[in-house]
């Protein structure tokens, strides 16, 4: 059974930064794609960040720039390094794994990723 777990979430003043992990366990498929997505208050989830076996990274269009997407296979972790942080940043950031397939030019959709964490708070004040 394939988890995925959230940490490094909390608060933080505007322009500032925050790293946070993705634990994935449980999983020897040899294709993967493992994503970061978020979801504020009102608003719908967005993805912001994948990455897969192959290497491949992709972006969202309102954190390229900003946020950074890396993996340490030897520890089965997936990063989301994120910096000049807003206001508008502020939501519950979730980690997603999909298995048996690379993250493809859909993968902002959330679709056919079918593990997902609890989620991590991250509030960025003014």
């Known amino acids: 059974q394939v988890q995925v777990a959230e940490s490094g979430g909390g608060s933080v003043q505007s322009g500032g930064s925050l790293r946070l992990s993705c634990a994935a366990s449980?999983?020897?498929?040899?294709?993967?794609?493992l994503a970061w997505f978020r979801q504020g208050s009102g608003k719908e989830r967005e993805g912001l960040a994948a990455?897969?076996?192959?290497?491949?990274?992709y972006y969202g269009d309102s954190v390229r720039g900003r946020f950074t997407i890396s993996q340490d296979n030897a520890k089965n972790t997936v990063y989301l390094e994120m910096n000049s942080l807003t206001p508008e940043d502020t939501a519950t950031y979730y980690c997603?794994?999909?298995?048996?397939?690379?993250?493809?030019?859909?993968?902002?959709?959330?679709?056919?990723?079918?593990?997902w964490g609890q989620g991590t708070q991250v509030t960025v004040s003014s």
């Open positions: 997603a794994a999909r298995i048996h397939d690379y993250c493809t030019t859909t993968w902002s959709s959330g679709k056919y990723f079918g593990y």
């Open positions: 449980g999983h020897t498929y040899s294709n993967y794609c």
């Open positions: 990455v897969d076996s192959d290497g491949d990274v």
